[in-house]
């Protein structure tokens, strides 16, 4: 009968690793990555490159719809985004916070954008993220 207890104390601590794996892998997989966050936190304004000014005198978007740019869009390589997207003059610009990085952005007419983190820049593409005005 001494072996019984041995067991039961067995069972109750694989039991107990298997709870708090179980919670670890739990927390883990619920935890938001925020250095893939983009959180738009303002708009400063609209421009054009080549002063284009009749061609784009329309284009600006809003804080919600960078964001919302930016939750729809891919990283892309800039060889990907000149070779298979519309690079158009148009763009708005403003800040935006990734982590706890403040970086400027650029969103084009044709769907693209930029993000300059410091020295590091990364590239966006999106086929539809953007409603035509």
């Known amino acids: 009968m001494s072996g019984l207890p041995r067991q039961t104390m067995a069972i109750e601590n694989m039991n107990r690793l298997l709870i708090v794996t179980w919670i670890i892998l739990s927390i883990g997989?619920?935890?938001?990555?925020d250095s893939i966050e983009i959180v738009v936190t303002e708009v400063s304004g609209s421009k054009t490159d080549n002063h284009k000014n009749e061609f784009c005198s329309d284009f600006t978007i809003s804080q919600e719809a960078a964001e919302e740019f930016f939750r729809k869009s891919?990283?892309?390589s800039l060889k990907q985004l000149h070779d298979e997207h519309?690079?158009?003059?148009?763009?708005s610009y403003g800040t935006a916070s990734v982590g706890s990085k403040s970086c400027s952005w650029e969103i084009r007419a044709g769907n693209t954008a930029e993000l300059k983190?410091?020295?590091?820049?990364?590239?966006?593409?999106?086929?539809?993220?953007?409603?035509?005005?």
Not at 29 to 33: H, S
Not at 86 to 91: H, R, V
């Open 29 to 33: 997989c619920t935890q938001r990555n």
């Open 74 to 76: 891919e990283l892309t």
């Open 86 to 91: 519309n690079y158009l003059p148009c763009y």
């Open 117 to 133: 983190c410091g020295d590091i820049v990364k590239y966006y593409a999106c086929d539809d993220c953007l409603k035509p005005q």
